[in-house]
Protein backbone atom coordinates (compact mmCIF):
# COMPACT_ATOMS: atom_id res chain seq x y z
CA UNK A 1 0.00 0.00 0.00
CA UNK A 2 1.89 3.35 -0.57
CA UNK A 3 1.80 6.22 1.32
CA UNK A 4 -1.35 8.03 -0.10
CA UNK A 5 -3.71 5.39 0.30
CA UNK A 6 -2.55 4.89 3.93
CA UNK A 7 -2.88 8.27 4.58
CA UNK A 8 -6.58 8.08 2.88
CA UNK A 9 -7.21 5.01 5.62
CA UNK A 10 -6.06 6.49 8.23
CA UNK A 11 -8.50 9.19 7.77
CA UNK A 12 -11.42 7.25 7.23
CA UNK A 13 -10.58 5.08 10.49
CA UNK A 14 -10.34 7.80 12.89
CA UNK A 15 -13.41 8.94 11.50
CA UNK A 16 -14.83 5.66 11.78
CA UNK A 17 -13.99 5.66 15.57
CA UNK A 18 -15.05 9.38 16.42
CA UNK A 19 -18.36 8.71 14.33
CA UNK A 20 -19.17 5.57 12.80
CA UNK A 21 -19.31 1.88 14.10
CA UNK A 22 -17.63 -1.12 14.52
CA UNK A 23 -18.43 -2.19 11.68
CA UNK A 24 -17.27 0.10 9.46
CA UNK A 25 -13.95 -0.10 11.99
CA UNK A 26 -13.56 -3.38 10.74
CA UNK A 27 -13.80 -3.08 7.61
CA UNK A 28 -11.00 -0.49 7.76
CA UNK A 29 -8.67 -2.65 10.10
CA UNK A 30 -8.94 -5.82 7.55
CA UNK A 31 -8.21 -3.22 4.44
CA UNK A 32 -5.03 -2.08 6.65
CA UNK A 33 -5.57 0.66 8.35
CA UNK A 34 -3.18 1.29 11.55
CA UNK A 35 -5.30 1.15 14.64
CA UNK A 36 -2.51 3.77 16.01
CA UNK A 37 -1.55 6.34 13.58
CA UNK A 38 -3.07 9.62 13.98
CA UNK A 39 -4.25 11.84 10.49
CA UNK A 40 -3.30 15.08 9.45
CA UNK A 41 -5.24 16.61 11.87
CA UNK A 42 -2.98 14.82 15.01
CA UNK A 43 -6.28 12.90 15.97
CA UNK A 44 -5.78 9.00 16.60
CA UNK A 45 -8.57 6.57 16.36
CA UNK A 46 -8.49 5.10 20.20
CA UNK A 47 -8.71 8.82 20.98
CA UNK A 48 -11.63 9.62 18.90
CA UNK A 49 -13.55 6.48 20.14
CA UNK A 50 -12.93 7.49 23.55
CA UNK A 51 -13.89 11.08 24.07
CA UNK A 52 -17.31 9.70 22.48
CA UNK A 53 -17.18 6.76 24.98
CA UNK A 54 -17.44 4.12 22.32
CA UNK A 55 -16.20 0.95 24.51
CA UNK A 56 -16.31 -1.76 21.99
CA UNK A 57 -14.11 0.50 19.35
CA UNK A 58 -11.92 1.13 22.10
CA UNK A 59 -11.63 -2.30 22.40
CA UNK A 60 -11.43 -3.25 19.25
CA UNK A 61 -8.85 -0.52 18.38
CA UNK A 62 -6.68 -2.10 21.56
CA UNK A 63 -7.12 -5.83 20.03
CA UNK A 64 -5.85 -4.48 17.13
CA UNK A 65 -2.61 -3.02 18.54
CA UNK A 66 -3.12 0.69 19.59
CA UNK A 67 -0.99 2.14 22.13
CA UNK A 68 -3.61 2.48 25.17
CA UNK A 69 -1.34 5.56 26.10
CA UNK A 70 -0.56 7.61 23.13
CA UNK A 71 -1.66 11.33 23.20
CA UNK A 72 -3.81 12.79 20.16
CA UNK A 73 -2.18 16.33 18.84
CA UNK A 74 -3.36 18.98 17.16
CA UNK A 75 -7.13 20.01 17.35
CA UNK A 76 -8.04 17.21 19.92
CA UNK A 77 -5.28 16.82 22.30
CA UNK A 78 -5.33 14.58 25.31
CA UNK A 79 -4.58 10.97 26.09
CA UNK A 80 -7.38 8.93 25.46
CA UNK A 81 -7.82 7.50 28.87
CA UNK A 82 -8.24 11.27 30.00
CA UNK A 83 -11.02 12.38 26.71
CA UNK A 84 -13.16 9.14 28.24
CA UNK A 85 -12.98 10.44 32.01
CA UNK A 86 -13.49 13.91 31.05
CA UNK A 87 -17.12 13.14 29.70
CA UNK A 88 -17.80 10.21 32.32
CA UNK A 89 -17.32 7.10 29.93
CA UNK A 90 -17.13 4.88 32.33
CA UNK A 91 -17.09 1.13 30.02
CA UNK A 92 -14.71 3.33 27.95
CA UNK A 93 -12.54 4.00 30.87
CA UNK A 94 -12.10 0.28 31.84
CA UNK A 95 -11.69 -0.82 28.67
CA UNK A 96 -8.51 0.91 28.17
CA UNK A 97 -7.38 0.13 32.07
CA UNK A 98 -7.94 -3.39 30.66
CA UNK A 99 -6.19 -2.69 27.65
CA UNK A 100 -2.92 -1.12 29.22
CA UNK A 101 -3.94 2.35 29.82
CA UNK A 102 -1.86 4.30 32.21
CA UNK A 103 -3.76 5.73 35.00
CA UNK A 104 -1.62 8.22 36.43
CA UNK A 105 -0.65 9.79 32.98
CA UNK A 106 -1.16 13.85 32.64
CA UNK A 107 -2.13 15.04 29.36
CA UNK A 108 0.16 17.52 27.30
CA UNK A 109 3.15 15.38 27.48
CA UNK A 110 2.54 15.18 31.29
CA UNK A 111 2.08 19.04 32.34
CA UNK A 112 -1.55 18.68 32.32
CA UNK A 113 -4.23 16.99 34.31
CA UNK A 114 -4.67 13.47 34.92
CA UNK A 115 -7.49 11.01 34.02
CA UNK A 116 -8.90 11.70 37.76
CA UNK A 117 -8.38 15.29 38.11
CA UNK A 118 -10.99 15.52 35.24
CA UNK A 119 -13.64 13.10 36.53
CA UNK A 120 -13.45 14.87 39.29
CA UNK A 121 -14.17 17.85 37.36
CA UNK A 122 -16.75 16.63 35.78
CA UNK A 123 -18.38 15.34 38.89
CA UNK A 124 -18.34 11.34 37.38
CA UNK A 125 -18.36 9.49 40.34
CA UNK A 126 -18.77 6.55 39.21
CA UNK A 127 -15.56 7.23 36.67
CA UNK A 128 -13.99 8.47 39.55
CA UNK A 129 -14.39 4.81 41.34
CA UNK A 130 -13.24 2.96 38.57
CA UNK A 131 -9.88 5.07 38.31
CA UNK A 132 -9.13 5.00 42.36
CA UNK A 133 -9.93 1.20 42.23
CA UNK A 134 -7.18 0.98 38.72
CA UNK A 135 -4.76 2.92 41.73
CA UNK A 136 -5.23 6.85 40.73
CA UNK A 137 -4.13 9.17 43.13
CA UNK A 138 -5.33 12.24 43.88
CA UNK A 139 -2.81 15.00 43.18
CA UNK A 140 -1.55 16.81 46.35
CA UNK A 141 -3.02 19.83 47.07
CA UNK A 142 -1.24 23.17 48.69
CA UNK A 143 -2.48 23.39 52.48
Not at 84 to 100: I, M, P, Y
Not at 112 to 139: D, F, I, K, N
Request: some cysteine; aromatic content about 2%; overall charge neutral.
Amino acid sequence: MNRRQQKKLTKRLVAAASYGSAAEVTALLRSGAHPDKADGAGSTPLYGASVRGAADIVRQLLAAGASPDTESTGLTEGTPLCAASCWGHTEAVRALLAGGADPHLREDHGTGPAPLEWAEQGSHAETVAVLLAAGARPRERAT
